[in-house]
């Protein structure tokens, strides 16, 4: 399998560099290439501005519209050089690895943008299929990829399970799992969590190194976590749940298949890996 | 009451553009004073580093721990000067706006930078009360405050609704409303999204302008979001909801009060602006 590990932590003697060179190690003892996107070693610009679609100047009087010119640059090969050295990374991989400390519950900055100015429409998403309609949410430009999101949170555990005051980790983390991975059609992994990350013993951080490499064993046959495909028949023109789908449940819980629900309330973030 | 507006766009032409003069000048009207922070325009730099908290180059060799050495420089008021621009400005503020497109279901990265290097321990949460208790989620540095999210996004409404596939839009915004601004003590308003945003009419153009001026009438006054305190008895030890406070519920929902509940499922994510 072919695996992009892409980090953003600003310190090279970090619990996260550890867990990238334990990591990258695993997916070798496991017979996977890999490529790297280590995003503050390479000075990574997260700013999505004219200049990425309009790397000549050309236009430089005129409007900006962002999503339109995106796509239109990507077409013509036209978008800036360090975004076309990121697509075709993520064209080349059948799984990509995101790992991040979480801050402010979400992806540093660096990696949020590289959000922002990679996956454009056209490339990620806006893709069509042979019926007109667009592919997303199950479906899309990363169709047939995996990702796997692997953070480091200060906090303990428990306040990121179920009934914990940060919130169920795969529902905070819902804008990266099903708002970018399952939107592009790649199958979002259960996430992997290293809790208590400012303070670990050397035997916790062993413990952690052994269970990031069990995941990363997993990578190519781990169950994603089951959210509803759009196409799938549960979402109305609208892009409402019908009645029949989750009948009576609202908020972002309800866009997990109803069928493995017997697989929640277990593992990190309420989901179990072999879960579906 | 004292406005800090925060905006995250890359064009001065755009319906964001237009949304933020709008704004402002209907704060004008109510009476507010103002102050801006113009990301874009300002060329603010978003990625988290060491040259935050060593300004002068200082321990350049050594580890960088980000949480703590934030928190020393912020004591010590060595922390880079546009750092600390910006904390005198939320520091002035009773209210704070804060304006983005919505990008892959979150803040633009130049704005998730903002949170990243501007609310750093010991200035917006890591404060503790007179029992040593670490004040946090309804309390915290900014507590006393009010902050308004402000969003446009190209989908349209229903998609954002309690059961629209993109996730009901309060809990997708979850991170923001109750990882960032209630956790620092602020009082998150109900969010205000500009949906379909791509292909506004002019008439439809003037409409949202209205919303937004009503939502800034009421800024003083709306009820925000009612999120659970921490310290409110709602939470055990372990940072877990007591098997009294939503019995039986479990993912992000259970944070919001549950006597409040009768408010939910109406305007925008779900929520009205007088729920409470």
Request: charged residues 25%.
């Amino acid at each position: 399998m072919k695996v992009l590990w892409t980090s953003a932590h600003p310190e090279r003697r970090s619990l996260n560099a550890h867990l990238r060179t334990e990591g990258l190690r695993a997916l070798g003892a496991y017979g996977h290439e890999h490529r790297e996107s280590d995003l503050y070693a390479m000075g990574w610009d997260p700013v999505l501005g004219a200049g990425d679609v309009r790397p000549d100047g050309a236009g430089a009087g005129e409007r900006l519209f962002v999503g339109e010119e995106q796509q239109r640059a990507y077409e013509r090969g036209a978008l800036s050089a360090d975004i076309r050295t990121e697509q075709e990374k993520v064209g080349w991989a059948d799984a990509l690895v995101f790992q991040f400390p979480l801050w402010w519950f979400g992806p540093p900055a660096i990696l949020k943008g590289w959000f922002d100015r990679v996956l454009v429409q056209g490339f990620a998403f806006g893709v069509r299929d042979g019926h007109g309609r667009t592919r997303r949410y199950g479906d899309g430009g990363l169709a047939g990829k995996r990702a796997l999101a692997v953070t480091s949170v200060g906090a303990r555990a428990s306040g990121f399970g179920p009934r914990g005051v940060h919130g169920q980790l795969d529902e905070v983390l819902f804008p990266l799992l099903h708002g970018t991975f399952w939107y592009t059609g790649m199958a979002p992994l259960p996430p992997y969590a290293v809790y208590g990350a400012d303070r670990l013993t050397a035997p916790e951080a062993r413990a952690r190194v052994a269970e990031l490499r069990a995941r990363l064993r997993e990578l190519p046959t781990a169950a994603p976590i089951p959210y509803r495909r759009e196409a799938g028949g549960d979402y109305d023109e609208g892009l409402v749940l019908r009645p029949s789908a989750a009948p009576g449940r609202t908020g972002v819980a309800a866009h997990v298949r109803a069928d493995a629900g017997r697989c929640r309330g277990r593992g990190a973030g309420g989901l179990t890996p072999r879960c579906g």
